[in-house]
């Protein structure tokens, strides 16, 4: 089993600062790498596929990269809407995994 | 409206069974995997299960094999997770969730729905 690792767990930003997220695979998964969002009380919302590819309508402020066994979100510029918990999703081999999440908060 | 909605939660004892579902809309079900996810109370997500189009594939992680079973009804647009043997650390919030479709099918969830909560507890 493929095992993520995000960092850091929790993440202090202001609005308009940069985030930037990071997944780290414990063996390759090529670009097989995806992200969410999750909110309180509400399901998870697809952002990245394939590594550095937005979900259909996933505002630009977010963006992916990495390949391999590291990975980032970035979020250009935070807005009051961004703060969640985020997670990575491989589904290079069997089972399909998730990491432990990282959550980004208002500081 | 594009949706996915669950249903059939409930609270169970352990070692009983239970029958989730979940009806697709606005969308052509019959040509999507579909999938299970689920989420313990104030923990991350755990894929479960994932079924193919016609359902003649189906994949489950380690520690429900034998349990659960994912089915599909193609003519009723829904989506099934047939629980048994059930046990506390089964007790989640259950999403119904479709595969991401590209040019080709992808693991991704590109649509979920809002989620049964399913209690293991005497």
């Known amino acids: 089993e493929i095992v993520l690792t995000q960092s850091p767990a929790t993440l202090s930003l202001s609005p308009g600062e940069r985030a930037t997220l990071s997944c780290r695979a414990s063996?390759?998964?090529?670009?097989?790498l995806g992200w969410y969002q999750q909110k309180p009380g509400q399901a998870p919302r697809l952002l990245i596929y394939?590594?550095?590819n937005r979900a259909t309508g996933i505002p630009a402020r977010f963006s992916g990269s990495g390949s391999g066994t590291d990975f980032t979100l970035t979020i250009s510029s935070l807005e009051p809407e961004d703060f969640a918990v985020y997670y990575c999703?491989?589904?290079?081999?069997?089972?399909?995994?998730f990491g432990q999440g990282t959550r980004l908060e208002i500081k | 409206e594009v949706q996915l909605v669950e249903s059939g939660g409930d609270l169970v004892q352990p070692g009983g069974s239970l029958r989730l579902s979940c009806a697709a809309s606005?969308?052509?079900?019959?040509?999507?995997?579909m999938s299970w996810v689920r989420q313990a109370p104030g923990k991350g997500l755990e894929w479960v299960a994932n079924?193919?189009?016609?359902?003649?594939?189906?994949y489950y992680v380690d520690s429900v094999k034998g349990r659960f079973t994912i089915s599909r009804d193609n003519a009723k647009n829904s989506l099934y997770l047939q629980m048994s043997s059930l046990r506390a650390e089964d007790t989640a919030v259950y999403y119904c969730?479709?595969?991401?479709?590209?040019?080709?099918?992808?693991?991704?969830?590109?649509?979920w729905g809002q989620g049964t909560l399913v209690t293991v507890s005497s």
């Open positions: 999703q491989q589904r290079s081999s069997w089972p399909i995994t």
């Open positions: 606005a969308f052509t079900f019959s040509t999507y995997w």
């Open positions: 079924i193919k189009e016609d359902g003649s594939d189906k």
């Open positions: 969730a479709r595969n991401l479709k590209t040019t080709v099918t992808t693991f991704d969830f590109d649509l």
């Open positions: 063996q390759s998964v090529s670009s097989y």
């Open positions: 394939d590594a550095s």
